[in-house]
């Protein structure tokens, strides 16, 4: 089990985390998109800027282009009649700065903007936005617009800067590599105690199975002893045949009816136990039952009652064979646990608000203490653990257990009013 929790473990993590990967990689492409976008916008407002003075002004200060280039991280180049305005620019991008203008002019040429050519339909025109790759994979935006003066011609070239993610997105990065490596080890945890939480009914199956094969393989090897022991006294020829016969037929008996049993339960676990439902008559199913099991407790020398209302118990829907079946196993119980003199009572009430029917079997036998009660449902569980009653094996109640479920019923265990224990049956009545 603990192999198996690794494994699912791992299967959950690994299918868990790479969910959580797509989604925190999906949201840092959406990053770098949006980081883009700001920096395409905040380049076109520089560009519209400049060129709106670079039309209407022919005066640039070296003041003006020195505060631009420094708060916006860009390069501005003009030049006159193919001459360059001489400003050295306030600061060195990786690329020499130079290199970085003739690229973009050359990229603009492409275009059909020449810088020492007027534009012809236009008093001004400017190329689309051009990306210029630098020498040490450094990366910038550039646009160069040419205009007609009146002394001849005018070219203005505007590149950016644009920075790497590393550097735009490096706290996003860290934060989300953070996330990424929280949110597996979170996932990691959860899914250890999500698996073992979900595999707690599978263990416990296997133990209850690992328990009913000990305990049936405990059962069937007491009369198989007993069987082989007489089967080889008759063959040595041993003189007790009349004695060893009805030995050897009660063992087969008893492992007959041990045989049914553990039949009956496999088929409730199957799901094909069959019922033949039909309604009930309750008031005459519990008066035949009476009768039936009246002589046994008139044997033990124990006093059986009936106790039914005045009107009529309303229909139950069920198999009447069963819910007899049903009933005998807890009488049988009850009357095995009562002593000489004392009672064993069948009470049954109808329970309007439920609309079910109650039905009680109560004994004042030595009843059950309460750290037992919690498993007398079990296969093969028995109060006494060193199983010296050979008629009884722990499956009655189990089985009675299986009856009221397939009846859509429930069942429960208390103490009696005097002593001994109570078992209470509640079947749903016929709508």
């Not at 059909?112 to 051009?130: C, D, E």
């Not at 002589?295 to 033990?300: G, L």
Request: glycine share 6%; proline share 4%; charged share 20%.
């Amino acid at each position: 089990m603990k192999t198996l929790q690794k494994r699912l473990t791992f299967l959950y993590t690994a299918t868990t985390s790479a969910i959580l990967l797509l989604v925190i990689c999906a949201f840092f492409l959406s990053s770098v998109r949006k980081n883009r976008s700001v920096q395409l916008e905040q380049f076109q407002v520089v560009w519209n800027s400049l060129t709106s003075r670079f039309l209407s002004s022919s005066v640039f200060s070296h003041t003006f282009l020195a505060e631009a280039e420094a708060d916006y991280h860009i390069i501005i180049h003009i030049r006159e009649n193919g001459t360059p305005f001489l400003f050295p620019g306030s600061w060195q991008p990786e690329t020499d700065r130079q290199a970085l203008i003739e690229a973009a002019v050359s990229q603009a040429e492409a275009e059909g903007i020449f810088i020492n050519r007027a534009p012809v339909s236009s008093q001004a025109a400017s190329t689309s936005l051009m990306t210029v790759q630098g020498k040490h994979k450094d990366t910038y935006d550039a646009m160069v617009m040419v205009a007609a003066a009146k002394n001849g011609v005018r070219s203005l070239c505007v590149i950016s800067y644009v920075p790497p993610v590393r550097k735009s997105l490096g706290g996003v990065v860290l934060y989300l590599c953070f996330l990424a490596a929280f949110g597996i080890l979170a996932l990691g945890l959860i899914s250890w105690k999500f698996v073992g939480w979900s595999l707690k009914p599978v263990e416990e199956s296997q133990k209850k199975q690992a328990q009913f094969l000990a305990a049936a393989s405990h059962e069937l090897r007491s009369p198989l002893a007993v069987l082989r022991s007489a089967v080889a006294a008759l063959k040595s020829g041993a003189k007790e045949k009349d004695t060893l016969l009805p030995v050897i037929d009660s063992e087969c008996v008893r492992m007959s009816r041990l045989i049914d049993d553990m039949l009956l339960l496999a088929s409730a676990d199957a799901k094909t136990w069959s019922l033949q439902m039909e309604n009930v008559d309750m008031d005459t199913l519990l008066i035949d039952l009476y009768e039936s099991f009246h002589p046994v407790c008139q044997q033990k020398g124990i006093l059986l009652c009936l106790d039914l209302p005045q009107d009529s118990l309303p229909l139950v829907f069920g198999d009447p064979q069963r819910i007899r079946q049903l009933l005998l196993i807890l009488l049988d119980n009850a009357g095995n646990h009562t002593p000489a003199g004392r009672s064993v009572c069948i009470r049954a009430r109808p329970l309007s608000q439920k609309r079910a029917l109650s039905l009680q079997i109560t004994d004042e036998g030595c009843g059950i203490p309460d750290k037992c009660k919690p498993y007398v449902f079990d296969r093969f569980y028995q109060a006494d653990s060193s199983r010296k009653d050979k008629q009884h094996f722990g499956l009655g109640l189990s089985i009675a257990k299986e009856l009221v479920l397939l009846h859509h019923g429930t069942i429960t265990l208390s103490d009696g009013l005097q002593g001994g224990t109570c078992f209470t049956v509640e079947l749903p009545c016929r709508p």
